[in-house]
């Protein structure tokens, strides 16, 4: 019988999760929900140099956020020190692993030869046979750290998932650290170590660690074990084909949220990152791909990141969403970015009102606050040229004074009562309804575009409609009482 599905996400928090960590991470939710299996979170911080303040935050924040829940974790590597050493030690007291200690000058001294012969980098082994507790040079105070044993030849094979067989030569593998002389174990000693105690079934993660596996393979077979089955996900490239980086976008995942992208718009186009269900479907919910998803669909090839297609993409769900879903995203946008003289907290309701004249058009829900300012804003500011548009001074300030009569006799302020108040006078006043309108929309908007006229001037209301009316027409007949 097979063994059930456990995996993992195992981000190192030496930076923020970028958009590769969280594919990474969404590959090994969506096949553990797929398969009815376990999903860990696992903190690889075992690196103290390179530690990031927040970013374990953020890495959590960010799953929270598009909704990948874990089932066990985080676990912490930092907490599980003493266990590493133990394993650590059984390997060299079985002659796998050895003490080095061979100081920073000495490696120092025998890259610079390395480099100067033109030689492969790596450490030369010169500890490898001393036997446990013997320096290599007379400095006692030097803190050794362990090295593997690696094979000197030999070839090491893995059976990638998706990428087939990929064969190693052992001879390009050095006697890497397994312990540093901090106590800390290396990525490598660490991460075998825990996937193996936590029952790993598949390692799935980025491409760039497949170098990486021959050494896990072997440090899986010193320790007597059966390695999981891995499976390495093709890199993300950049529109332009290089590898994806600050260059190509938002880095990490919080600044598409704070950019106004959805959660599961997000999901959807990090899941077609190297996985596809067929050569079309593009639109899928977060169950469906769940449904669909399998390593055999993913992809061996790089997949590229469009950012126009994210986009695109993110317009379609936020069209999807209820109005009143639509309204509720919106407002942690718009109580952050309206100008601070509107009053806070902003006023949901009226949000609600507002929200679907702009849903149509909102790409992303930070664009919403400049589509929606000037519902706000008392005292709008715009050029007078704008309100005049092509036409005439005389001929504008005559259609607002016409549209502010006939406006003024209406009982009901709704759009279709408006229309029909306002539309008729264009005739008389020899305007096409366009540039009429236009006067309008500026008068009470404050700019040329907006949502639909009379939609906006219902929820604008009575009072502020006439106000911005009124104030628009003295700004072009100042002299006019
Ligand atoms: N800590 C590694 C990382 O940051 C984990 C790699 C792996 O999944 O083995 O990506």
Redesign the pocket.
């Given at each position: 019988m097979e063994a059930p599905v456990r995996v993992?996400f195992?981000?190192?928090p030496?930076g923020y999760p970028h958009l590769g960590?969280v594919r990474?991470a969404l590959f090994n939710w969506l096949f553990a929900r797929h398969t009815g299996g376990t999903f860990i979170l696992r903190i690889?911080d075992t690196d103290q140099a390179r530690k990031v303040e927040g970013a374990v935050e953020i890495i959590l924040n960010s799953l929270q956020w598009l909704g990948m829940d874990w089932d066990e974790g985080p676990f912490y590597q930092s907490q599980r020190l003493d266990m590493y050493r133990e394993y650590v030690e059984k390997l060299v007291s079985e002659g796998k692993a050895y003490y080095c200690y061979c100081s920073s000058q000495r490696l120092d001294a025998m890259r610079q030869e390395q480099i100067r012969l033109k030689q492969p980098p790596g450490y030369d082994r010169h500890c490898r046979d001393l036997g446990h507790g013997k320096t290599s040079e007379a400095d006692p105070a030097i803190a050794p750290v362990i090295r593997f044993k690696s094979p000197l030849e030999g070839r090491t094979a893995i059976t990638d998932l998706i990428r087939g067989e990929v064969v190693f030569e052992n001879s390009t593998l050095d006697d890497y650290v397994l312990l540093k002389s901090d106590g800390y174990p290396t990525?490598h000693l660490a991460?075998i170590v825990d996937d193996h105690q936590m029952q790993i079934s598949h390692?799935m993660?980025?491409e760039e660690?497949l170098s990486?596996t021959p050494r896990h393979v072997l440090l899986y077979e010193a320790f007597g074990w059966q390695p999981p089955r891995f499976a390495h996900l093709p890199m993300i490239l950049g529109p332009d084909k290089s590898k994806l980086s600050k260059r190509h976008g938002a880095t990490s995942i919080d600044e598409y949220r704070d950019r106004g992208y959805l959660p599961e718009a997000m999901i959807n186009f990090l899941s077609l990152l190297g996985w596809s269900l067929d050569d079309k479907t593009e639109i899928m919910t977060r169950d469906e791909i769940v449904r669909n998803f399998t390593i055999e669909r993913v992809s061996k090839t790089a997949a590229v990141f469009n950012l126009t297609k994210l986009d695109w993409m993110n317009g379609v769900y936020i069209r999807n969403l209820t109005q009143q879903e639509f309204s509720r995203r919106c407002l942690p946008f718009v109580e952050r970015a309206l100008p601070a003289e509107v009053k806070r907290p902003v006023d949901a309701e009226y949000l609600k009102k507002i929200a679907p004249l702009v849903q149509e058009r909102a790409k992303l829900l930070s664009e919403v606050p400049s589509l929606v300012d000037f519902f706000f804003i008392d005292g709008l500011e715009y050029d007078d040229s704008l309100l005049q548009g092509k036409l005439e001074k005389g001929q504008a300030g005559e259609a607002l004074e016409q549209a502010l009569n006939a406006l003024d006799n209406i009982r009901e302020w709704n759009a279709g009562d408006l229309e029909t108040a306002v539309r008729p006078l264009a005739d008389g006043l020899g305007l096409k309804a366009g540039p009429f309108f236009g006067v309008l929309r500026v008068a009470v908007t404050g700019r040329t575009a907006s949502p639909p006229l009379f939609e906006t001037m219902e929820v604008l209301g009575r009072d502020r409609c006439m106000t911005r009316l009124q104030v628009a027409l003295h700004r072009l007949q100042p002299d006019k009482k």
């Open positions: 993992r195992a981000p190192s030496t960590n990474t690889e990525y991460n390692v993660r980025a660690w990486s």
